[in-house]
Every structure is written in C-alpha cells, then in structure tokens.
C-alpha cells in the first residue's frame, strides 16, 4: 500500500488524506445512500458509494476498489430480465504540482441481463466514459448519455465524441446444486482483422474472467472453494486522454492491478460455528509493468495515455515482468449483533528486475468494528 501511494498519492478506498507522524496516513470516508421504489418493478438508489458488478472476488466491469463516488442506479426488473442504468461523477485527481485543480468526469453504464431456466444468468453491458471540460461544455452532463436504452456506441457517434466506450458480458451458471461457473468478457477496441487474425496489435483491447465456486466442499458444511483467473491485455482502460480512463482519484474502477496482466486466485472460506468465520486467500499475479528508465509505455498503467508506445507487435506482458504471491488469513468473531473481532496476517512477495532483491512485506491486523464491512488489504 505504500509503494502504490508514493505511485499514486492517493490511499486506497480513500480520497483526501494527510500525513500522521513520520509513516502514517490519515483519512476520512462517508458513503450512503437511499433506495426507493417508485413502483414494484423498478428500483431506485442515490447516494455517495461504491458499487460492484459481478459474480467473482474481482470485477473487470466495476469493482468496489476505489474511493466512493456519486451515483444515480435505476434497476428495472419485469419476468426474467433485470436492466441496471448507473450514471456516476468520478474525478481525475491531480499529483501536488501537476495542476491545483481536479477534473471532473462522469460514466454512463447499462447492464441488460436475463435468466435462463433456472440455472443460467446471461448479462450485456456497455459503458462510457466521458468529460466536457473544453471551454463550450464547462463539465456539464452529457445530456444524451441519459437515454435509459441501450446502444451508447450509436449516441457516441452521433455526437461526433472521442468519448472511451467499454462493452462486455457476464454469465454465471448453476449446477450440481453445489457448483457455480461464472465469468466476464471486456472490449475495449474492436478491429475485426485484428481480433479475429489473433494478432498482438495494441487495438487489440480485451480481457477475462473465469471462476468456479463449489459449496459445501467434500459435504462439509460452511466450507466453500473458489478458484478464479483474470486476464487483461496491454492497455485496457487507458485512452487518449487522461480524463477518459476508466479511473477515480487515481484508483482503478476495475482490477486494481491494472492491466497487461494475468492473475490467479484461490480462496477458502470455512464457518465451524455460527460467531465463526475463517478465511484464506492465495493469489498470483504476472504482469508487464513500465520501466523507470525510459518513457515507454507497455499498456500496464492504468494511469497513463497510450501514448508512446513501442512500434510492432505488443504480446502480453511487454515490458519488465513483475510478480506478485500473496497469502492471506482471516479470522472474523461475532462478540454481538454486527459487532465483529477481527485478526489476521497479510503475506506478500514481489519480484521484478528493478529490485536488486524481492520486495517481503508482512502485515498482521487486528481490529473491532460495528456495522462495517471488513477491510480488505488483498490488492
């Protein structure tokens, strides 16, 4: 965490924060909302959150990794569809000495999913990304973007934008009673030569996501599997302009990682007794990351433009190969209603070319906490 805030001046899951003694940071949060139904089929929530969508631990889509934001969620279900619109603010944070000013930038996103006899979940998605700080449009709303329907790609182009549009779909299905398969595909460019010829051109923007959840492992109660990859190619999430990343405060609103990177988890979760809850995580992460001794950009950085980027074919992880292990253990103990005693030990392990010798960290914790979800350090 501190090698990402010295990168990005931010803490992660926050925004403004300050200096506490010599090593410490300090920082307020508040999130909320409100929920309402105007009627039975359609629900509506506004507030100062985070918001996630998916089936797996991460999302390609929109994760709750980074700080909370305002947002605007109408959810419309009728027989087997649900339809999700999410109109959100997200700000551009600016490092002490770029500029004194933080740019605004807004998304507008739709998810169409439907079931599938009783098993299968089948969901589209599209999303844009956008900001209006040239000197006609003073950061105001795209107005257009507002249309509940979908098809965004088609108001893009009719407003002659350089908006960035992101399109997907997720599934997930249900077997065996025990067994859940689930997954993400993202598209971030499409060239049809380039896709469908698998050739290693920078356009080629996509990625996924596979898992797998098995219940009850070996018909023991409370104790759960998941397995679960994640691929990015190079340069997903960037753009042309810095503005249209899908990025808020500088973190990630996706993979935290970023991409041009491919990441393994695996995840135990056993309850004994209902005050109880044990957790253990193991995930491995290769990704090519930027050189500190040269301008070139490999597509990782979800920071950057994609600009200056080398000539020719760019294959997964161009650059300098960065590894990453980690090991997590958590113990959660209810002492009353929502009030949690938690402890834990964080293990992790980075290796790269930069470091004349891997970087070991090891984090123990320990905390109280009343009607708050757990923190969760594994990023």
Do not use: C
Not at 173 to 201: A, C, H, I, P
Not at 246 to 266: D, F, I, K, T
Not at 303 to 316: F, Q, V
């Amino acid at each position: 965490m501190r090698q990402r805030h010295a990168e990005t001046r931010v803490v992660n899951g926050t925004t403004l924060h300050k200096g506490f003694g010599e090593a410490a940071e300090d920082y307020f949060n508040a999130s909320g909302y409100i929920t309402f139904s105007p009627i039975n089929e359609i629900s509506v929530q506004f507030g100062h959150d985070k918001n996630f969508i998916g089936n797996g631990y991460r999302s390609l889509i929109l994760s709750d990794f980074s700080a909370p934001y305002p947002f605007l969620k109408l959810n419309t279900q009728v027989w087997k569809f649900n339809y999700q619109n999410l109109f959100s603010q997200h700000i551009d944070f600016i490092k002490q000495g770029e500029s004194t000013t933080n740019g605004r930038k807004y998304s507008a996103f739709h998810h169409l999913s439907v079931n599938i006899g009783k098993s299968l979940n089948i969901g589209l998605f599209e999303n844009i990304v956008f900001d209006r700080s040239d000197s006609t449009e003073s950061d105001r709303f795209e107005v257009s973007y507002l249309n509940p329907l979908i098809f965004y790609r088609a108001v893009e182009h009719g407003l002659n934008s350089s908006d960035n549009a992101i399109l997907g779909m997720d599934w997930k299905w249900n077997f065996l009673n025990r067994f859940s398969l689930y997954g993400q595909f993202v598209l971030d460019e499409f060239s049809k030569d380039e896709m469908f010829g698998r050739t290693k051109s920078w356009v080629n923007k996509w990625g996924y996501q596979a898992g797998l959840k098995y219940i009850n492992v070996a018909n023991i109660n409370n104790l759960d599997l998941q397995l679960e990859v994640n691929q990015l190619r190079p340069y997903f999430f960037q753009h042309r302009s810095k503005s249209q990343n899908w990025v808020h405060y500088n973190q990630s609103l996706a993979h935290p990682l970023g991409a041009n990177m491919r990441e393994l988890l695996a995840i135990i979760k056993y309850q004994p007794i209902d005050r109880l809850r044990l957790n253990a995580t193991y995930s491995f992460s290769k990704q090519g990351i930027d050189s500190s001794s040269t301008s070139i950009n490999y597509g990782g950085n979800y920071l950057r433009t994609y600009d200056n980027k080398p000539s020719g074919a760019i294959p997964m992880f161009s650059g300098i190969e960065n590894t990453i292990s980690a090991i997590s253990l958590d113990a959660h103990y209810m002492l009353w209603h929502n009030l949690f005693l938690d402890a834990g030990v964080y293990i992790r392990n980075q290796k790269n070319d930069f470091m004349t010798e891997d970087r070991k960290n090891t984090i123990y914790r320990f905390g109280l906490r009343l009607n708050l979800a757990a923190l969760d350090y594994r990023q």
